[in-house]
């Protein structure tokens, strides 16, 4: 995760020797001091996925493709919201279709945000499947169904509910937020994760926390109490930051401890 909440998103995802950003909501400048920072070049990148329209999630994709000829997937919606100029390779991503990139299946599913046809995504590897899910009002059947089986989930964990309620944000903008079509909460993510949690997560990677209404601390200790009251206490939490870069989550590792403990 190079970088996450409110002032800009960008996940880096790596098989072998192909790479992909999903989400290129910092600077194209940033994008490429925090690519260079953990050893790509960004002329290494295939492609940038962009998830929705919103500013935090698009902000340097345009300029980053044009640099290095990457083409640029998103929903038609997302496109038509994001109103972009000059997106000279752009890529339809049909919610209803799979993508092959960087020999790695992605299934998107459209989910509740107040953008259009936003998308999280199951990204199937070789060492197990991803569960990627950043801006989610809420997580829904087809979402949870969509991660079933999931080794890692990399998903909003955006405010305290209580903190939210006596946020110096607005009212309106405050009753977004905890809407459906809003953000996800600590407690939204913990109870998700007391009642449906499957049993092959083996890491949660926690996202686009608000530096408003919530504390790095205080999200992963939600998450945490979440797992130990179901008896998962094993599961690893990871949560990212807006400023920096945070811990790659290798799937090559997690893959062999598992094969370790089976045998
Ligand atoms: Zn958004
Ligand atoms: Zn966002």
Redesign the pocket.
């Known amino acids: 995760m190079l970088g996450s909440g409110s002032g800009g998103n960008a996940t880096l995802l790596s098989h072998g020797n192909a790479h992909a950003l999903v989400d290129a909501g910092l600077s194209c400048r940033d994008l490429c001091r925090r690519l260079e920072h953990v050893g790509v070049e960004p002329g290494a990148l295939h492609a940038i996925v962009v998830t929705?329209a919103?500013g935090?999630?698009t902000r340097g994709a345009r300029l980053l493709s044009r640099r290095y000829g990457l083409p640029v997937y998103s929903t038609a919606g997302a496109l038509r919201e994001w109103r972009v100029s000059e997106l000279q390779d752009w890529r339809e991503l049909a919610p209803s279709r799979p993508l092959e990139l960087c020999g790695l299946r992605f299934e998107p599913c459209v989910v509740p945000?107040?953008?259009s046809e936003?998308v999280a995504f199951r990204i199937d590897t070789p060492e197990g499947a991803v569960g990627f899910a950043t801006?989610v009002g809420a997580i829904t059947a087809e979402l949870a169904a969509l991660f079933r089986g999931c080794r890692v989930l990399v998903i909003e964990s955006n405010h305290a509910e209580d903190l939210l309620r006596v946020s110096p944000y607005d009212a309106a903008t405050r009753s977004r937020i905890a809407s459906d079509a809003g953000h996800l909460s600590n407690e939204a993510l913990a109870a998700y994760v007391r009642g449906g949690l499957g049993p092959d997560v083996r890491c949660i990677v926690l996202m686009h926390l608000s530096r408003v209404n919530n504390v790095p601390e205080l999200a992963e200790l939600t998450c945490r109490e979440a797992l130990d009251a179901c008896g998962r206490g094993d599961v690893q939490v990871v949560v990212t930051s807006q400023d920096k870069v945070a811990p790659p989550v290798d799937l090559e590792t997690w893959a062999q401890r598992c094969l370790k403990e089976a045998v």
Do not use: R
Request: proline share 0%; aromatic share 0%.
């Open positions: 929705h919103h935090d999630h945000h107040d953008a936003t801006d």
